[in-house]
Nanobody, 134 residues
Framework: QVQLVESGGGSVHAGGTLTLTCTAS????????IAWFRQAPGKEREGVACISNSYAGTYYPNGRYKVYGDAVKGRFIISRDSAERKVYLQMNGLKPEDSALYYC???????????????????WGRGTQVTVST
């Protein structure tokens, strides 16, 4: 059974740093892409970052392909520890507009190329809240 549990959210001042953790179970982190999304009240869900060992249907054992949403490029970093079954989102230079409920998600399609489109993902955690104040 696929399970995703987010942690690490909290409140921080603008310019600060938070690192979110997604703890995964029930599937191989090396085979399936994992992504972070966020949703603020009254706004659509937005893709933040994705990490995968696959590109265009091919698995690369030593590959770490990453995709970032435009709003977070250069500030956020996604990483993965497959042995610990964890995916991290390091968020630097936080802005008030980064405030949202952050979710991790994975797909049921093996060797899927990374994407920050939520239509590509099928399993979701419950989210962790991030609040950035001025």
């Amino acid at each position: 059974q696929v399970q995703l549990v987010e942690s690490g959210g909290g409140s921080v001042h603008a310019g600060g740093t938070l690192t979110l953790t997604c703890t995964a179970s029930g599937f191989s982190l090396d085979v399936y892409a994992i992504a972070w999304f966020r949703q603020a009240p009254g706004k659509e869900r937005e893709g933040v970052a994705c990490i995968s060992n696959s590109y265009a249907g091919t698995y690369y054992p030593n590959g770490r392909y990453k995709v970032y949403g435009d709003a977070v490029k250069g500030r956020f970093i996604i990483s993965r520890d497959s042995a610990e079954r964890k995916v991290y989102l390091q968020m630097n230079g936080l802005k008030p507009e980064d405030s949202a409920l952050y979710y991790c998600a994975t797909t049921r399609v093996k060797y899927q190329t990374c994407s920050v489109s939520d239509t590509e993902f099928h399993y979701w955690g419950r989210g962790t809240q991030v609040t950035v104040s001025t």
